[in-house]
């Protein structure tokens, strides 16, 4: 990759501690060290960031996802920011590859906050000028921020892994539900395949039922992609759904692969055959299963951090 001139010495890209190897892959695509930070705890278990090294009229970002413990992480991202502001940097852009309030967008109980638009109206209180993000599981929630925000997309990443590694002659792309169509309709153009959505019903506050799936699967490839899996119960279920509906067998895609609680022994299941994540959160070497494959992001949030820092135009990137 090509740089910029005086760009090793005005970018400085951080690392919170909750995927630092991404970090490192980002500012390897770019051609420069990951600069240098201390975050430690104080006896009654407050957080403290400390920059270490000059920032002055640098353009500065922090890489943090969301991830398990979520409040500490966005409390790291938070203090880091406000230090990048004390300390005089010249701009400051909040690189948030997983955005796990994103699931918070709408006010759908009673006397509850919608927490996704609290964290972006934090994040520009503790000094971000700008945030680039991937994959929101819900899109509205670009609009709750009043700064800046690049929001990428891991969909040509999978889809083209998917491509070189599956046969596409006879495959379908699945949505889970109806609120997935949009996104796996991106997906499906990106492979020319047909789009199939399975009719999800809610039946109470904790009980979600699949039921027909619309479109046609018989003896066919279904691939689901879906924008995070989290406990993979959804996933399980969607792929015995299909199963009972005449598919061969299923492929499984998502961008952020939280897998938390019950999720390795979920995609475990024997109807999913082959699962693909993204490196947006740290897979642990613990829930790595044989049939799954970590792609990584970093060449292209690092593209988007280059052009964002040049002035170059970052649209060419969200398709």
Known sequence: MAQA??????LRVFAGRSNPDLT?????????????????????DNLSVQIDENVRERDTFVVQAFTEPASDRILELLITLDA??????????????????????????????IAGRLIADLLQTAGAHRV???????EQVH?????????????????DHIRKTCEMDNAVIVASDAGGAKR????ASRLSLPLAIIDKRRVSDTEVRQGHVVGDVRD?????????????????????????AGVRRVIAGATHGVLVGNAIANMADPTIETLTVTNTVDVAADKRLDKMTVLSVAPLLAEAIRRIHTGESVGELFA
């Open 84 to 113: 990048l502001r004390s300390a005089s940097a010249r701009r400051i852009t909040a690189v948030i590859p997983y955005f796990s309030y994103a699931r918070s967008d709408k006010k759908d109980a009673p006397r509850i906050s």
């Open 184 to 187: 796996a309709g991106k997906f």
């Open 5 to 10: 001139s005086g760009m090793n010495d005005q």
């Open 24 to 44: 490192d892959e980002i500012c390897g695509c770019l051609g420069i060290e990951r600069s240098s930070l201390t975050i430690s705890r104080y006896s009654n």
């Open 220 to 244: 066919k490839d279904a691939i689901v992609f879906e924008d995070e899996i989290s406990t993979g119960g959804t996933m399980v279920e969607t792929a015995r759904t299909l199963t009972q």
């Open 143 to 159: 609009g709750f921020f009043s700064i800046p925000v690049d929001h990428l997309t891991a969909i040509p990443i999978v889809a």
């Open 132 to 138: 680039l993000t991937m994959d929101l599981h819900a």
